[in-house]
């Protein structure tokens, strides 16, 4: 008999039939004339209910079962008479797969976020997790969908490098050498003795090397894993979290920012048709998303506004509301000051743009008031900041100059320049950090709720 998923049997139209299953077990309730057992294989929010009577053949065995046991089970699915469930599984016969002991630590009662980050090797296997990893997985496949429809090409950009994109010189050594001191080497003489003859990073972005790709084949995106050696222990930040960046030849910074809105709206449709109950789920235990606006989200158009006009709001509000950074003209805008403008302000996610060159990277357009660069943030309520994006500098001159001023050596970035020599085009792109996604569509709190396996500082386990 082939084993089905619960999934699969739970949409079942046929009233009755012969059906395996495989999965572990949630709960076991004993009464004096049967044994229910909630069985969950993970491939849904709901589970499957088992029911034994005396009768059966195997009802002695069911003493040694305890939570989180793997079992094989078959029987005849029929409707259920319970409330909340259309089909439950009579149970004819069962084989362990896999026993369980007293200190399994997923009871039924609830458990804290927290207490689950220390067991992340389980917590998928809770309602939350579930529902979390279930979702993460129906935006990375809409990620692809999205973008193959438009006709971009998926670039595969290396997780080693020399360079460092965005110039914050937050960055993993990578070193094959043993002595801890060796990683500080900095002098040509010292790393003569690295694996690649200098120094070598992990990367914090796919973007200098997409822009090589989209240069020579039009449009593509990156989607892969990226590292910051950022010692932060916010509730937004990870030191390895996962980065969706298109980059697009021949584009402007309005082209961007509207690929930026079609994306969004893209990923929150896709959510919507394919995990109902995943986020019907979230919106009755957290109470942080609420269906209703996800769906007017997925059809509505973004409000846009020039970092300049965003200061004189945020001033504005200032008089009504008290910020702990007060907003002024050269200063980025912090998490309050995103969200005030999204929740209070619009009402609906808004599209800042053209920012102060001194707060954003060497690489960015320079716009013609010489104050400002073609950059663009995607601000959505509850949240802040999702997407941020720009207009890339293709001129050689203004670019050489930026990297000047900045004091960034280009030795290690002449490839990057020549991109400029060689038949120079517009173009621009945007980076979307993955996890934040899925903390906006699921009302997760902590991005370490959003990744399986959270890395961050003085954390590495699992």
């Given at each position: 008999?082939?084993?089905?998923?619960?999934?699969?049997?739970?949409?079942?139209?046929?009233?009755?039939?012969?059906?395996?299953?495989?999965?572990?077990?949630?709960?076991?309730?004993?009464?004096?004339?049967?044994?229910?057992?909630?069985?969950?294989?993970?491939?849904?929010?709901?589970?499957?209910?088992?029911?034994?009577?005396?009768?059966?053949?195997?009802?002695?065995?069911?003493?040694?079962?305890?939570?989180?046991?793997?079992?094989?089970?078959?029987?005849?699915?029929?409707?259920?008479?319970?409330?909340?469930?259309?089909?439950?599984?009579?149970?004819?016969?069962?084989?362990?797969?896999?026993?369980?002991?007293?200190?399994?630590?997923?009871?039924?009662?609830?458990?804290?976020?927290?207490?689950?980050?220390?067991?992340?090797?389980?917590?998928?296997?809770?309602?939350?997790?579930?529902?979390?990893?279930?979702?993460r997985d129906a935006i990375a496949q809409e990620v692809h969908r999205f973008f193959r429809q438009r006709g971009f090409?998926?670039?595969?950009?290396?997780?080693?490098?020399?360079?460092?994109?965005?110039?914050?010189?937050?960055?993993?050594?990578?070193?094959?050498?043993?002595?801890?001191?060796?990683?500080?080497?900095?002098?040509?003489?010292?790393?003569?003795?690295?694996?690649?003859?200098?120094?070598?990073?992990?990367?914090?972005?796919?973007?200098?090397?997409?822009?090589?790709?989209?240069?020579?084949?039009?449009?593509?995106?990156?989607?892969?894993?990226?590292?910051?050696?950022?010692?932060?222990?916010?509730?937004?930040?990870?030191?390895?979290?996962?980065?969706?960046?298109?980059?697009?030849?021949?584009?402007?910074?309005?082209?961007?920012?509207?690929?930026?809105?079609?994306?969004?709206?893209?990923?929150?449709?896709?959510?919507?048709?394919?995990?109902?109950?995943?986020?019907?789920?979230?919106?009755?235990?957290?109470?942080?998303?609420?269906?209703?606006?996800?769906?007017?989200?997925?059809?509505?158009?973004?409000?846009?506004?020039?970092?300049?006009?965003?200061?004189?709001?945020?001033?504005?509000?200032?008089?009504?509301?008290?910020?702990?950074?007060?907003?002024?003209?050269?200063?980025?805008?912090?998490?309050?000051?995103?969200?005030?403008?999204?929740?209070?302000?619009?009402?609906?996610?808004?599209?800042?743009?053209?920012?102060?060159?001194?707060?954003?990277?060497?690489?960015?357009?320079?716009?013609?008031?010489?104050?400002?660069?073609?950059?663009?943030?995607?601000?959505?309520?509850?949240?802040?900041?999702?997407?941020?994006?720009?207009?890339?500098?293709?001129?050689?001159?203004?670019?050489?100059?930026?990297?000047?001023?900045?004091?960034?050596?280009?030795?290690?970035?002449?490839?990057?320049?020549?991109?400029?020599?060689?038949?120079?085009?517009?173009?621009?792109?945007?980076?979307?950090?993955?996890?934040?996604?899925?903390?906006?569509?699921?009302?997760?709190?902590?991005?370490?709720?959003?990744?399986?396996?959270?890395?961050?500082?003085?954390?590495?386990?699992?």
């Amino acid at each position: 008999m082939k084993r089905q998923r619960i999934q699969e049997l739970l949409k079942e139209s046929k009233t009755e039939q012969q059906v395996l299953v495989c999965g572990w077990v949630r709960t076991k309730r004993e009464s004096r004339h049967c044994t229910f057992i909630e069985l969950s294989d993970g491939s849904c929010q709901k589970t499957l209910q088992l029911v034994a009577d005396p009768d059966c053949a195997a009802y002695a065995g069911l003493k040694q079962l305890l939570t989180g046991c793997a079992l094989k089970a078959w029987g005849t699915l029929k409707e259920s008479p319970a409330k909340g469930q259309s089909r439950e599984l009579h149970l004819e016969g069962f084989e362990v797969l896999g026993l369980s002991d007293q200190s399994y630590p997923l009871q039924k009662k609830g458990h804290s976020l927290e207490f689950l980050r220390e067991i992340a090797h389980l917590r998928p296997r809770t309602n939350t997790f579930g529902a979390v990893f279930r979702v993460r997985d129906a935006i990375a496949q809409e990620v692809h969908r999205f973008f193959r429809q438009r006709g971009f090409l998926w670039a595969h950009t290396p997780i080693l490098t020399a360079s460092d994109c965005e110039g914050a010189g937050e960055l993993f050594r990578v070193s094959t050498h043993r002595d801890p001191s060796h990683a500080q080497a900095s002098s040509a003489e010292e790393t003569q003795s690295e694996f690649f003859g200098r120094a070598a990073h992990l990367t914090v972005s796919g973007q200098l090397e997409a822009e090589c790709m989209a240069m020579s084949l039009g449009q593509v995106y990156t989607f892969g894993p990226t590292f910051r050696a950022e010692n932060s222990n916010t509730s937004r930040h990870l030191a390895e979290f996962w980065m969706v960046e298109p980059e697009v030849a021949f584009a402007d910074l309005p082209e961007i920012m509207t690929l930026a809105e079609d994306f969004i709206r893209a990923l929150v449709a896709a959510v919507l048709k394919e995990c109902p109950d995943e986020l019907a789920f979230f919106e009755k235990m957290y109470r942080n998303i609420r269906i209703s606006e996800l769906e007017t989200l997925a059809s509505e158009t973004f409000a846009r506004i020039s970092y300049t006009d965003a200061i004189a709001l945020l001033k504005d509000g200032a008089k009504k509301t008290r910020f702990e950074f007060q907003p002024e003209w050269g200063a980025d805008l912090q998490t309050e000051h995103e969200r005030f403008l999204s929740e209070t302000v619009f009402g609906k996610p808004v599209i800042v743009h053209d920012y102060p060159k001194d707060i954003k990277a060497f690489y960015m357009r320079l716009n013609d008031d010489m104050r400002t660069v073609a950059a663009m943030d995607v601000l959505v309520p509850g949240l802040g900041e999702l997407i941020g994006g720009s207009q890339r500098e293709e001129r050689l001159g203004h670019l050489e100059a930026r990297m000047k001023e900045m004091e960034i050596p280009t030795q290690d970035l002449q490839w990057y320049l020549d991109l400029r020599r060689f038949g120079t085009a517009p173009h621009a792109g945007f980076g979307m950090g993955f996890e934040r996604m899925v903390m906006y569509l699921t009302g997760m709190q902590n991005i370490r709720d959003s990744i399986l396996c959270p890395r961050t500082p003085k954390s590495i386990h699992f």
